[in-house]
């Protein structure tokens, strides 16, 4: 696992080596343990290449990047991990190849170098890499297939630039742009930018499963090597049971191939259904007890999980660690990890996984999470809240406008009690009273309701469309499959995942130099579950049907009964209270207003409602907080 950048000069302007030592320097957290630079000429080309290492694999010398082969023909800077890399090894063994080193960057390399770009479908892993072939003048960035790994890049201009991070492009490309107001829209609506775009006019991120060539003409198309499979009505009929045992076997295989590394390893537990999975399945496969880490909260009950942790651990004889969390421990660890962000992320469960992260670090390098199961299997409320809504457009019209509506309008609602949250879920299911299975999906996905569209100026309402521009990308990509579920499925699979819950899982756990595998993503395990009939995975109430189904009498009911809870931090609560002073001392007049879409006044109301509890903004103010912030950090620098 490793932090890179680079420069591709297409002009012949040489590229300063203290360029790439800057950038070396801001990577820093992501590879304490090695880094190194190389720069010179790639035939017309000017290159020039950086990396820094966490080592996992092959922790000697000979894991040292950037790495070269060919006598220096051949350059490459990777970061991830490829878990199949020695059975690739054995292959290209027979082809002739010969490996000095036991890490899987040599064998990437040795990769791209026989099958150039094809050889990102033979990868399983998580990985981004530029590829360089100095003799010939030109090379490839690429991305894993579903962006489990970041990359971002400037696509014009007299070079391209790219990293890891937005904060280390920043400093190579000096000038990413001015802020792009369709992607500060998006970032209102949901929380974050996603790909292609980032926060920044001239400043892309390359798309999960694509690849992009340069030469001296400067950068090719972008173009797609993996799209999730589809599932098209024809076929033989699925059996659910074989379904059954098939992923049971699948994940089983995934978690086995990510236990491979010459460091210490554990897993997130937090009580879910997915990471209980994960640390049962890595049981199975290990002869020592497995390392556990989770985190819990000892001022807020409800956000607390950390029981149902401490009966999985038990249940499989985990040597478990655990720590609960203060107020003042969250709100200490605030700031310093905003201020890491290079562009505004608005998920506050960055937080708790930042915490989880650095207390797992201070005994393993690697740790394994259940992330992607809820994108694969259909674990969110909102896939489920499509039959709850035609449930309730079932009953009585007066029932509904005349009893419920006007009782829900008039109730508090909050996530800090069972009673208030449904309230909250209630709103946001009714947001979606109309249109098609595309619309509801992103009224039920966004953190911008009607009633809170007063944060936003006339100019901005009105590119929020209609035609919404979100709304149309949905429909026109994707797989086709022959249920608008699954295809929402397979759209946040390859969209809204790697938009936030990877990018969090990624900027949070490298803050503190751990990598963090996730076998629900294993390639062979999405094939064979993503085309899957849609009852298999949500059906009369019940999310995630098939992986539940899968793991009876492995896992203890409780856990496979219970609901989801999501990886929160109370950021409402404090928002109300221990909050409020420095959300008011940074979401000022002066700051939001130098954005030019958005209204104070109207920001202002949407607090009133939220502290008085009238409705629930946490999401959207701590966006909006997020955002100031970002903004003052970046004016400053």
Same mark, same amino acid.
């Given at each position: 696992m490793c932090g890179i950048a680079g420069i591709i000069g297409f002009a012949g302007e040489a590229v300063e080596p203290a360029l790439l030592g800057a950038a070396c320097e801001s990577l820093g957290h992501r590879g304490p343990d090695d880094r190194g630079t190389w720069s010179g000429q790639a035939g017309p080309l000017s290159v020039g290449l950086a990396a820094v290492r966490l080592a996992v694999q092959d922790p000697t010398p000979a894991g040292h990047q950037p790495m070269a082969r060919g006598d220096g023909r051949y350059l490459l800077v990777f970061n991830g991990e490829v878990y199949n890399f020695r059975e690739l090894a054995r292959e290209l063994e027979g082809l002739g190849d010969r490996f000095a080193s036991h890490c899987d960057t040599e064998v990437v390399l040795a990769a791209c170098i026989r099958w150039g770009s094809e050889a990102l479908t033979r990868f399983n892993g998580m990985w981004a890499l530029a590829f360089v072939d100095t003799q010939a003048g030109r090379g490839f960035l690429a991305r894993d297939r579903f962006g489990i790994k970041p990359l971002i890049y400037t696509p014009s201009g007299r070079r391209c630039c790219f990293a890891s991070e937005m904060r280390t492009l920043r400093g190579l490309a000096r000038d990413p742009g001015e802020i792009d107001s369709a992607a500060l829209l998006h970032y209102l609506r949901f929380g974050y930018v996603a790909d292609p775009a980032t926060i920044y006019t001239d400043t892309r991120r390359l798309p999960p499963g694509c690849w992009m060539t340069f030469d001296q003409s400067g950068l090719g198309e972008v173009r797609r090597y993996y799209e999730v499979p589809a599932r098209t009505g024809a076929g033989p009929k699925e059996d659910y049971g074989s379904a059954c045992g098939r992923v049971r076997e699948l994940v089983f295989r995934a978690v086995a191939a990510r236990r491979v590394a010459d460091v210490p390893i554990g897993a997130f537990l937090s009580g879910g259904l997915d990471s209980s999975i994960v640390v049962a399945h890595l049981a199975s496969c290990s002869t020592d007890p497995v390392k556990t880490f989770s985190i819990g909260y000892a001022e807020h009950g409800a956000y607390d999980e950390t029981r149902y942790a401490r009966l999985v651990a038990r249940r499989f004889g985990t040597e478990h660690h655990e720590i609960k969390l203060t107020y /003042?421990?969250?709100?200490? +660890?605030? !700031? $310093?990890?905003?201020?890491?962000?290079? *562009? &505004?992320?608005?998920?506050?469960?960055? !937080? $708790?996984?930042?915490?989880?992260?650095?207390? +797992?670090r201070r005994q393993v390098t690697v740790a394994l999470s259940g992330d992607g199961g809820d994108e694969l299997f259909g674990g969110y409320w909102r896939y489920l809240g499509h039959d709850s809504l035609a449930a309730y457009q079932r009953l009585p019209g007066w029932l509904r406008r005349g009893v419920i509506e006007p009782a829900l309008e008039r109730a508090p609602a909050s996530k800090g009690t069972v009673w208030r949250n449904r309230v909250r879920q209630l709103r946001k299911l009714l947001r979606a009273g109309s249109g098609d299975a595309w619309e509801r999906h992103l009224a039920w996905s966004g953190?911008? $309701? &009607? *009633? +809170? *569209?007063?944060?936003? #100026? $006339?100019a901005a309402t009105e590119m929020l469309g209609p035609p919404d521009p979100l709304l149309q990308r949905m429909r026109a990509t994707g797989p086709r499959m022959d249920d608008p579920l699954n295809r929402i499925l397979a759209f946040d699979l390859q969209h809204c995942l790697p938009g936030d819950m990877l990018h969090k899982v990624d900027l949070a756990s490298m803050y503190h130099s751990l990598e963090v595998r996730v076998p629900l993503l294993d390639v062979e395990l999405v094939e064979a579950v993503a085309p899957l009939p849609v009852r298999f995975k949500v059906h009369r109430g019940l999310r995630k049907r098939l992986l539940i189904d899968a793991h009876r009498g492995m896992l203890p009911e409780e856990i496979l009964q219970r609901g989801k809870m999501g990886f929160e931090v109370p950021i409402g609560e404090f928002l109300r209270g221990r909050l409020s002073e420095l959300f008011r001392d940074t979401v000022t007049r002066e700051a939001v207003e130098s954005f030019g879409l958005i209204d104070y006044d109207g920001v202002e109301r949407v607090y009133a409602d939220h502290?008085?509890? #009238?409705? *629930?903004? +946490? /999401?959207? !103010?701590?966006? !909006?907080?997020?955002?100031? #912030?970002?903004?003052? #950090?970046q004016r400053i620098a």
């Open positions: /003042d421990d969250v709100l200490a +660890a605030l !700031l $310093p990890i905003i201020d890491h962000l290079g *562009e &505004p992320f608005a998920d506050s469960s960055i !937080l $708790p996984t930042a915490l989880v992260s650095q207390f +797992a953190i911008l $309701p &009607p *009633e +809170a *569209e007063a944060v936003l #100026r $006339p502290c008085t509890q #009238r409705a *629930e903004h +946490a /999401d959207l !103010l701590y966006a !909006l907080f997020v955002l100031c #912030r970002w903004h003052s #950090r």
